[in-house]
């Protein structure tokens, strides 16, 4: 996707000035220093950076998660750093899909059950199955998360982020606990996503090979974006080389 493409899209996420400053005791961390972004709908974009470059705290803030210490931060024409925790849980519960490192399903749930937590709840749900075989796991559906491998069980957590339909999708390093093929094949899943419901997809890592199937990258280091890059000729998941 070209600069040129970009300004033709709606713009989904805008931050302007935003800082994240924790306080340790009589230290204070700056986690964020001035970040000024825009999403758009449909883009899939990668975060890229190495750990402490404030990837996290940003797609934290992005998610409803956490609030800027400073500045703005808008979602379509909604102004989140001005929600209070009420009105952030309604727009994650509406608008965001997560998923993290580590699965964080439920032991004595099936595959099933693990997806259906969200539709439950959401406004405009797939059926959990139709989620489930999205991500290639019709056949699994019923069994318990000790019965499915480390990217079976990433690609449940896929499906319960997707199931609910939601506009943005925040993966916070996907593939971390996963070896270089299962990694691969939970990452043809998150592009399937992108591709098939047009939901705007972050995706932060450390490993800049998964940068090229992005169809922007951005690098942060040290609480700020120091490059932005389009690919024009972004690769598919299976054509990335660890």
């Not at 994240?20 to 449909?42: F, N, P, Q, S, T």
């Not at 803030?61 to 210490?69: A, F, Q, R, S």
């Not at 280091?221 to 598919?236: A, P, T």
Request: proline residues 3%; charged residues 25%.
């Amino acid at each position: 996707m070209s600069a040129n493409i970009q300004t033709q899209m709606d713009c989904v996420f805008e931050t302007r000035g935003i800082t994240k400053i924790y306080k340790m005791g009589e230290v204070e961390v700056h986690a964020l220093r001035g970040i000024d972004l825009k999403l758009y709908r449909g883009e899939l974009v990668v975060l890229l950076g190495a750990s402490g470059s404030g990837k996290s705290t940003l797609l934290n803030i992005l998610g409803g998660l956490d609030v800027p210490t400073a500045g703005e931060v808008r979602y379509s024409d909604h102004d989140l750093s001005a929600y209070d925790d009420k009105a952030l849980t309604e727009y994650r519960c509406d608008h965001v899909g997560f998923i993290f490192q580590f699965y964080n399903l439920i032991a004595s749930l099936t595959a099933r059950e693990n997806v259906a937590l969200v539709t439950e709840i959401a406004r405009n749900p797939m059926p959990p199955e139709d989620a489930l075989a999205l991500v290639d796991l019709a056949e699994r559906v019923d069994h318990f998360p000790a019965q499915l491998s480390g990217g079976e069980q990433q690609r449940v957590a896929v499906a319960r982020a997707i199931a609910k339909r939601p506009d943005v999708l925040l993966c916070d390093e996907p593939t971390g606990a996963l070896d270089s093929q299962t990694g691969i094949t939970v990452l043809e899943v998150i592009a399937r996503a992108n591709q098939e419901l047009g939901t705007t997809t972050v995706v932060i890592t450390h490993n800049a090979v998964i940068a090229d199937m992005a169809d922007r990258v951005i690098e942060m280091s040290d609480g700020r974006i120091v490059r932005e890059q389009f690919n024009e000729h972004k690769l598919s998941a299976d054509q990335l080389k660890w």
